[in-house]
């Protein structure tokens, strides 16, 4: 008995339980789209990702169009 309690606190503080990953977070869905190459009806490539992904692509490219906009609205002053 003694010597399983000293084995369980030695096991304890090995660096193997403490490589022990912690729980993971669940993984996110990945959702694919086709994206079709310019000039070709079928030709084109699958790229996946997360709906978070996909909504950061969608904000940087909202975000491109509208500072082209306005550099142009200024420019035509």
């Known amino acids: 008995m003694l010597l399983e309690v000293v084995t ?26 086709k994206e079709i190459e310019t000039g070709s009806l079928i030709k084109g490539r699958k790229i996946c990702h997360t709906a978070r992904e996909w909504q950061k692509i ?7 169009v509208e500072r082209t906009v306005s550099m142009g609205s200024r420019s035509g002053q």
């Open 8 to 33: 369980s606190i030695l096991l304890a503080g090995s660096p193997q339980a403490a490589a022990t990953p912690p729980a993971e977070r669940p993984v996110e869905k990945k959702i694919c789209r």
């Open 58 to 64: 969608s904000d940087a490219s909202r975000d491109d």
